[in-house]
């Protein structure tokens, strides 16, 4: 990690809630939860085989500070530059200066 000062994109993390339809049942809608800024890396741009069709993958690795009591979870999105990623990787890094790792990716 190159430090704090390599954070400089702000990025929104997004909660699924649930949202009613008018006939009964419910469907998932993502609402914005909190910013932080981030260090964004590029992590991939290959192909990748989804429901038997090849699809153009693009993806991140976001790197935020470990803060108390806010812990990101697979299930949240990650809005950045108008985009919102799906998180399929989470690790907690540097035990001196702690921040998470989070593997993200946008396929459309």
């Given at each position: 990690?190159?430090?704090?000062?390599?954070?400089?994109?702000?990025?929104t993390?997004?909660?699924?809630?649930?949202?009613?339809?008018?006939?009964?049942?419910?469907?998932?809608?993502?609402?914005?939860?909190?910013?932080?800024?981030?260090?964004v890396?590029?992590?991939?741009?290959?192909?990748?085989?989804?429901?038997?069709?090849?699809?153009?993958?693009?993806?991140?690795?976001?790197?935020?500070?470990?803060?108390?009591?806010?812990?990101?979870?697979?299930?949240?999105?990650?809005?950045?530059?108008?985009?919102?990623?799906?998180?399929?990787g989470?690790?907690?890094?540097?035990?001196?200066?702690r921040?998470w790792?989070?593997?993200?990716?946008?396929?459309?």
């Amino acid at each position: 990690m190159s430090g704090i000062g390599a954070m400089r994109d702000k990025v929104t993390f997004k909660v699924p809630t649930r949202e009613q339809q008018p006939g009964g049942g419910s469907f998932p809608v993502y609402a914005p939860d909190r910013e932080e800024w981030t260090e964004v890396l590029p992590y991939s741009s290959q192909r990748d085989l989804v429901s038997d069709q090849t699809a153009l993958v693009d993806g991140f690795r976001f790197r935020i500070r470990w803060v108390p009591g806010f812990v990101p979870a697979k299930d949240m999105l990650i809005e950045y530059n108008g985009r919102s990623y799906a998180i399929n990787g989470i690790e907690e890094r540097h035990q001196r200066r702690r921040y998470w790792e989070i593997k993200a990716v946008y396929n459309g």
